[in-house]
T-cell receptor, first 112, second 111 residues
């Protein structure tokens, strides 16, 4: 069974640009969550989608947005990039109410 | 802000010893608790989950939960150099699937 797939693996952008990251969950998983990981702040929750609906949102500015499609694939978008947005963005999917998250390999975003 | 606190370490233990990793959380209504292992340059990998008070064992790993003290721990028996990694404690945020993570404890197992 394929794991969580995130694309692209690496991304370099400049300040002010926007970026879209993609995540394909494990087959059958309907919940997709996004996390930002930085050395200083650790893993921070961005948002969670279930059946195309945003069910939960973390404490990030409106520049960070996401969506989920009917096939459970998800995208997240960051507009007007800032230097501080440089981070590893991790997508995780979950199957059931046991809340176990399975992470993709992440997208390493560098903002110059 | 609901917090999950871990000692950043590094925690250094000799090969074959027991490594003890600890975590406290602030939200009393949390019901689900997890330990993830993250190797350098890799994504977090789930190694243990625990939902009720007491101990849960899986191979060399034992998770311990004390909800009254809001405390979760992970014991690694017969530690191996391959266990050297950062261990992340995670607690559910609410009724959904989102988790609050601690910043992790770095474990170094020396041969």
């Amino acid at each position: 069974k394929a794991g969580v797939t995130q694309t692209p693996r690496y991304l370099i952008k400049t300040r002010g640009q926007q970026v879209t990251l993609s995540c394909s969950p494990i087959s059958g998983h309907r919940s997709v969550s996004w996390y930002q990981q930085t050395p200083g702040q650790g893993l921070q929750f961005l948002f969670e989608y279930f059946s195309e609906t945003q069910r939960n949102k973390g404490n990030f500015p409106g520049r960070f947005s996401g969506r989920q499609f009917s096939n459970s694939r998800s995208e997240m978008n960051v507009s007007t990039l800032e230097l501080g947005d440089s981070a590893l963005y991790l997508c995780a999917s979950s199957l059931s109410s046991d809340k176990k998250l399975f992470f993709g390999s992440g997208t390493q975003l560098s903002v110059l | 802000q609901k917090e999950v606190e871990q000692n950043s370490g590094p925690l250094s233990v000799p090969e074959g010893a027991i490594a003890s990793l600890n975590c406290t959380y602030s939200d009393r209504v949390s019901q689900s608790f997890f330990w993830y292992r993250q190797y350098s340059g890799k994504s977090p990998e789930l190694i243990m989950s625990i939902y009720s008070n007491g101990d849960k064992e899986d191979g060399r790993f034992t998770a311990q939960l004390n909800k009254a003290s809001q405390y979760v721990s992970l014991l690694i028996r017969d530690s191996q150099p391959s266990d050297s990694a950062t261990y992340l404690c995670a607690v559910n945020r609410d009724s959904g699937y989102a988790l609050n993570f601690g910043k992790g404890t770095s474990l170094l197992v020396t041969p």
